[in-house]
């Protein structure tokens, strides 16, 4: 099956700053997602990551502090900008259309603490 | 959009019970997927099953679609299985943007 990893696996980081992380899966996807949990939360859908061109975020979620880049069918980036601690959370990246399938397969997730 | 709620929230079991987790969503779906978070924080998928019945192992799910629930269940628990189990549905029931239950808390205790 195929692999879908995350860097940086956890961070902690100050506020004001910016964290960058990866998602790499190692076959071509179709789709490509971002999703956040905050602590003791369920998972809420930022945005879809659209190869070659801006992703679509989902309401409540803009650009300018989650900007996203999808370059090609297996790797997308999510940005988290000038970060404050309610931005702590667990980012984790989906795929879908592994073996031309339905289902969506999530990376290990990285675990951000903002102080 | 789509609601999508679980029960119970939590739930104790001993180590060998069975138990039957619930997902009612409130529109027709065309994709319904049943996912374990493990204390590690991974999310491992467990069924897809946007209707019918599906077993793997120690697991099944059931999902009738015209009723709008799905059942989840979990035969001889170990203490593996602890952790936090979500279905998921698709924004308007359809297409791929997941909206995720609130989650059930499993312990198993040995």
């Known amino acids: 099956s195929a692999v879908i990893s995350q860097k940086p696996s956890r961070d902690i980081c100050q506020r004001g700053t910016s964290l960058t992380i990866q998602c790499q899966v190692d076959s071509q996807v179709t789709m490509m997602f971002w999703y956040r949990q905050q602590p003791g939360q369920s998972l809420t859908l930022i945005a879809t990551?659209?190869?070659?061109?801006?992703?679509?975020?989902e309401s409540g979620f803009v650009i300018d502090k989650f900007p996203i880049s999808r370059p090609n069918l297996t790797f997308s980036t999510l940005t988290v900008s000038n970060m404050s601690p309610e931005d702590s959370s667990i980012y984790l990246c989906?795929?879908?259309?592994?073996?031309?399938?339905?289902?969506?397969?999530f990376g290990p997730g990285t675990r951000l603490t903002v102080l | 959009g789509i609601q999508v709620e679980q029960s119970p929230p939590d739930l104790i079991l001993q180590e060998g019970a069975n138990s039957t987790l619930r997902c009612n969503f409130s529109?027709?779906?065309?994709?319904l997927q049943w996912f374990h978070q493990n204390p590690w924080g991974q999310l491992i998928n467990l069924f897809y099953?946007?209707?019918g019945t599906k077993q793997n192992g120690r697991l099944s799910a059931t999902t009738v679609a015209t009723e709008r629930y799905s059942l989840l269940y979990i035969s001889s628990s170990q203490t593996t299985d602890s952790g936090v189990y979500f279905c998921?549905?698709?924004?308007?029931?359809?297409?791929?943007?997941?909206?995720f239950g609130a989650g059930t808390i499993l312990r198993v205790k040995s």
């Open positions: 529109d027709s779906v065309n994709n």
């Open positions: 099953i946007p209707s």
């Open positions: 998921a549905a698709p924004r308007g029931g359809y297409g791929n943007k997941l909206v």
């Open positions: 989906s795929v879908l259309g592994l073996a031309g399938g339905h289902e969506q397969f």
């Open positions: 990551a659209n190869q070659g061109s801006e992703a679509t975020y």
